[in-house]
């Protein structure tokens, strides 16, 4: 079997030789806090080892994608939300899904400077690049 190295994430960011890219996705807001706070921080954490991410966010997730909606969301013994997104945003990808946003009347103007909306279609082209592993939460 031949390995192939890992095609770059959106915004053609390149990957480290060998690294494999994470495309997560986060399927919850505050009424599962542990859940979407582990999504954030396995993102950030991905991101502190050099590893492409796409964190998507989707269902009830998809409101943190707007300014000042992550630091609602309080969990003992985690890092801030907004913190975590911050590190995200800073090296990674952050989209919010297409039909998500729609549910919510959530709009581009509307969401963090970075974030961005997109559907299905990316998201899979993302979760079967080579070398890429999806994670849900």
């Known amino acids: 079997m031949t390995a192939h190295p890992p095609a770059p ?4 960011v390149p990957a480290p030789p060998g690294a494999r890219s994470l495309v997560i996705k ?3 807001g505050l009424e599962r806090p ?5 999504a ?4 950030a954490a991905a991101v502190a080892a050099g590893a492409p991410v796409s964190l998507w966010l989707t269902g009830e997730s998809a409101w943190f994608g707007l300014p000042g ?5 309080e969990l003992e013994h985690a890092a801030p ?3 975590l997104l911050e590190a995200v945003l800073a090296a990674g990808t952050v989209t919010v899904c297409t039909q998500c946003a729609a549910r919510r009347d959530i709009t581009e103007p509307d969401l963090l400077p970075g974030v961005r909306i997109a559907g299905a279609s990316v998201f899979v082209e993302e979760a079967l690049r080579p ?3 999806a ?3």
């Open 26 to 28: 986060a399927t919850s």
């Open 135 to 137: 994670l849900v939460y």
């Open 34 to 38: 542990e859940a979407v706070n582990q």
């Open 69 to 73: 909606r992550a630091a609602e969301l």
């Open 9 to 12: 994430l959106p915004d053609d």
């Open 81 to 83: 939300l907004g913190d």
């Open 131 to 133: 070398g890429a592993q």
């Open 40 to 43: 954030f921080t396995v993102a």
